[in-house]
Nanobody, 128 residues
Framework: QVQLQESGPGLVKPSQTLSLTCTVSGGSITTDYYYWSWIRQPPGKGLEWMGAIAYSGSTYYSPSLKSRTSISRDTSKNQFTLQLSSVTPEDTAVYYC????????????????????WGQGTQVTVSS
């Protein structure tokens, strides 16, 4: 059973970079055909897919966030990370890491209904 756990600061100042780490257990982030994503939910709104890193290391991003988002991984620690730059209060949300398998490509990864495993989520507030 794959388990995911988000970690990172709960408060970030406007214009700074938000950095979160997802630690994976029960499976390897390099396992064929698995993909690993960041998804967020602002208060009172629905889930928003931000981007993914595939088992191969290839990355995919939401067009609306692409200019500010970077996803990377550390295979030695079985972790993947999110960096979101130039944050504003509109980036306040619960941030989730999630995993799925069995398909590939942008249309697959952006489909939130395909994710089988989720972290518990971490609240990030952007405020001075």
């Amino acid at each position: 059973q794959v388990q995911l756990q988000e970690s990172g600061p709960g408060l970030v100042k406007p214009s700074q970079t938000l950095s979160l780490t997802c630690t994976v257990s029960g499976g390897s982030i390099t396992t064929d055909y698995y993909y690993w994503s960041w998804i967020r939910q602002p208060p009172g709104k629905g889930l928003e897919w931000m981007g993914a890193i595939a088992y191969s290391g290839s990355t995919y991003y939401s067009p609306s966030l692409k200019s500010r988002t970077s996803i990377s991984r550390d295979t030695s620690k079985n972790q993947f990370t999110l960096q979101l730059s130039s944050v504003t209060p509109e980036d306040t949300a619960v941030y989730y890491c999630a995993s799925g398998a069995g398909c590939s490509g942008y249309e697959c990864y952006r489909n939130i209904s395909r994710y089988d495993y989720w972290g518990q989520g971490t609240q990030v507030t952007v405020s001075s």
